[in-house]
């Protein structure tokens, strides 16, 4: 089937991102969340999305608008997708929550339609029953500012037709993405596989008491030349989904459950980075971005 109409189920700041570039691409696009107050945030967001199209990509007014044109916002999940080629699904990370939503988006859209998962760190197996469809359903993981860091983690389950993984391989394509096939699942999939552990230690130091946060970041940022550190990624994946990861963890390693209570701390002071304006660094402008940061 050719992929016309996308659902993008979940609104966040890389969940409006994902639903803009899809857009940006030519695709009609509709955006899903449980509430009306939540999909007119998401409104927001993406329409503040124009000076980083344009000052990024030298994307023109016109060129951002007609993506403006092809998106539609909605609190309805029935009509979100009744007309859906495919549906994105990217929801809260939390394996409850993601079984009930996959029981109840499998009555409600098409039989052909495809399901794919932005989860961090699940596997698609782990849901592939609730889909009422598993060959048609694989994870596609995106990376924050999907504009500049274009990489689509593609990953099927055993279950998996390959006919269906492909289609996704080209959509991937043909949104901008480069497509990062994996062969197997793969729990954080190759990006998060390599950062979580990153995250993991800098979340130890802070921790200990062996540097604050900014510390750490200017320490990782002046030795690799890498344009933010651990603390502004965190930031940038959102302090909730940092949350909801590392309690998963504790539950098999106790030693993650001070971190875990350390971003529970920051959820309940409202800090949940880029998406809030506060997390380690206040935003729109962090620190980190100033030529003086890296001098201490």
Do not use: C
């Amino acid at each position: 089937m050719a992929i016309k109409k996308v659902t993008v189920a979940g609104s966040g700041v890389l969940d409006s991102q994902i639903a803009f570039q899809s857009a940006f691409k030519g695709f009609d696009v509709t955006v899903y969340d449980i509430s009306q107050e939540a999909v007119d945030k998401a409104e927001e967001r993406i329409r503040g999305l124009r000076h980083a199209y344009r000052h990024d990509i030298a994307a023109t007014d016109d060129e951002f608008n007609a993506g403006i044109s092809r998106l539609k916002f909605t609190d309805d999940l029935a009509g979100a997708v009744k007309d859906a080629d495919l549906v994105i699904e990217a929801i809260p990370e939390n394996p409850d929550i993601k079984h009930e939503f996959y029981k109840k988006l499998a009555k409600l859209a098409p039989s052909n339609a495809i399901f794919t998962s932005n989860s961090s760190t699940l596997v698609p197996s782990m849901f592939a029953a609730d889909t009422g469809r598993p060959k048609q359903f694989l994870n596609m993981h995106f990376s924050n500012q999907v504009w500049l860091n274009n990489t689509a983690e593609i990953m099927g389950s055993p279950e998996t037709d390959p006919a269906i993984y492909q289609e996704i391989v080209q959509y991937a394509r043909d949104i901008g993405m480069v497509p990062i096939q994996l062969k197997k699942e793969q729990p954080g999939y190759i990006l998060n596989s390599l950062l979580m552990p990153l995250n993991a230690a800098a979340g130890a130091l802070w921790l200990k008491g062996v540097a604050d946060p900014k510390m750490i970041d200017r320490t990782w940022m002046a030795a690799t030349g890498a344009p933010w550190g651990p603390f502004g990624i965190l930031d940038a994946v959102g302090i909730r989904t940092a949350y909801n990861i590392t309690l998963a963890a504790a539950e098999k390693n106790p030693d993650a459950k001070p971190l875990a209570d350390a971003f529970k701390k920051m959820l309940d002071e409202g800090k949940l980075g880029i998406e809030s304006g506060e997390g380690f660094y206040k935003y729109p402008d962090p620190e980190y971005k100033t030529k003086e940061f890296l001098q201490g």
